[in-house]
């Protein structure tokens, strides 16, 4: 019998193609056949009308099973092991709890969601693209917010998790256990909305999604159709003060780039040094990039058994190489410092989705795959949380990619579909 594990995803841009074969494999109702359907030659767009009949057939077969009423869920990750517990919130192996519904857009100028990373229009459009045809919102982006245990949202959501009856629950091969309740209650929907209506909420993982969500809704405005499910888009709402979360390293990897002739040119502005390489002398050298990175902006640079430590940029190239109109803030990233002064500036890239891969949390494999390419990785340390809020709080946007939130929602848990509302 098929397990709910085996038919969810983790979110569409955190899941590599031989990760995306292996959740069709798994399962052919597996959610990944819909977020992240495989082009078919010479038929651009095609991709999209195979989720939107796949999508189509499954809620006629009962696969998915819309909801009779109005509802919000309550959505609960907990760490099973328990020997993990001890590191919860809770104490009780919970990591993660929000509610997930649909949330009325706001374009960035409001600051009322606020964005924190540039996006590429590529994923954009694929995005807008697959919600267009499909007539749905498939996973829901990630939002966070200042909270704390005595709001009206923290209150009702403790009460529901301890005494209401979970419509779903599923343990995945991480450790962690999804559990869903449905909340109904009209008089609760309302309390909560008033809880969260004068709040400002940070995209931790959706930006492109969410930039796609406005894209649509101005599509619509723009060929005359009035209010409508395109107002609104399907979130995660996790409050970060009860449940903080962690931020993973994206690292980079370009596969055109000669590993030897990228630690040359980093030489012009960075303290290069050499560490032992291979396989056996990763682990110790991300120690080092950790140790360095709380002094400093640092960077590991591997390809072709070989590690390199970049340290110490040159502050005056470091600013040359800085575009116009930033923040002090924004300067000292080291997510800017790898976009504008590594890659832009010393190896002449530009660091968009056609040239440089990301890789989240894995380094391994990242080194990995620059290897199997004759490219290059560049190792990173992870942004903090402190760093995220400055600058969306600012208004400001990070350098694409810089800031992984964890844990994510699974998807496939909870869709949207526009025909419901």
Do not use: C
């Not at 990630?142 to 301890?162: K, W």
């Not at 449940?243 to 030489?267: C, M, Q, S, Y």
């Amino acid at each position: 019998m098929t397990g709910l594990a085996e038919v969810t995803s983790p979110p569409y841009d955190v899941i590599g193609q031989d990760s995306a074969q292996h959740l069709r494999d798994a399962d052919p109702h597996n959610v990944v056949r819909l977020i992240l359907p495989p082009q078919v030659p010479g038929q651009p767009g095609a991709e999209y009308q195979e989720a939107a009949r796949l999508l189509r057939d499954w809620l006629a077969e009962g696969v998915l099973a819309a909801e009779n009423q109005p509802a919000l869920y309550l959505y609960q990750q907990r760490l099973v092991d328990p020997a993990a517990a001890g590191d919860s919130p809770g104490g009780d192996g919970v990591i993660q709890r929000g509610l997930i519904g649909a949330v009325r857009l706001a374009p960035p100028e409001a600051r009322i969601v606020l964005p924190h990373e540039d996006v590429m229009p590529g994923p954009v459009l694929g995005r807008r693209r697959l919600m267009e045809t499909t007539q749905a919102n498939l996973e829901p982006i990630f939002l966070l917010y200042d909270g704390g245990p005595g709001t009206v949202t923290a209150r009702l959501s403790s009460e529901l998790a301890a005494a209401g009856r979970p419509v779903l629950s599923a343990r995945t091969g991480d450790g962690i256990e999804h559990t869903l309740w449905a909340l109904t209650d009209p008089a609760a929907h309302a309390a909560i909305a008033a809880d969260l209506a004068p709040r400002q909420a940070l995209i931790a993982d959706g930006n492109h999604r969410y930039a796609a969500y406005l894209q649509l809704q101005a599509d619509r405005r723009a060929a005359g159709a009035g209010p409508g499910p395109w107002d609104y888009g399907l979130a995660l709402l996790v409050d970060h003060i009860s449940f903080p979360p962690t931020i993973g390293a994206i690292h980079r990897v370009i596969p055109g780039l000669d590993p030897g002739e990228a630690v040359e040119r980093a030489k012009a502005a960075f303290t290069v040094r050499p560490l032992p390489g291979g396989p056996a002398g990763l682990p110790a050298a991300l120690d080092e990039l950790a140790a360095a990175g709380r002094e400093g902006t640092a960077f590991l640079v591997a390809g072709r058994g070989q590690l390199h430590l970049l340290t110490h940029p040159d502050p005056v190239r470091l600013e040359a190489a800085m575009p116009a109109g930033k923040s002090a803030a924004w300067r000292r990233l080291s997510s800017a410092a790898l976009q504008e002064l590594l890659i832009g500036d010393l190896w002449q890239i530009t660091d968009d989705d056609r040239t440089v891969q990301v890789v989240h949390h894995d380094a391994a494999r990242a080194v990995a795959l620059a290897d199997q390419a004759g490219g290059t990785a560049v190792l990173v340390n992870p942004l903090t949380t402190a760093d995220v809020y400055e600058a969306a709080a600012a208004g400001e946007r990070l350098p694409r990619k810089s800031t992984s939130f964890a844990p994510k929602p699974r998807t496939g848990l909870v869709l949207r579909s526009f025909a419901a509302g």
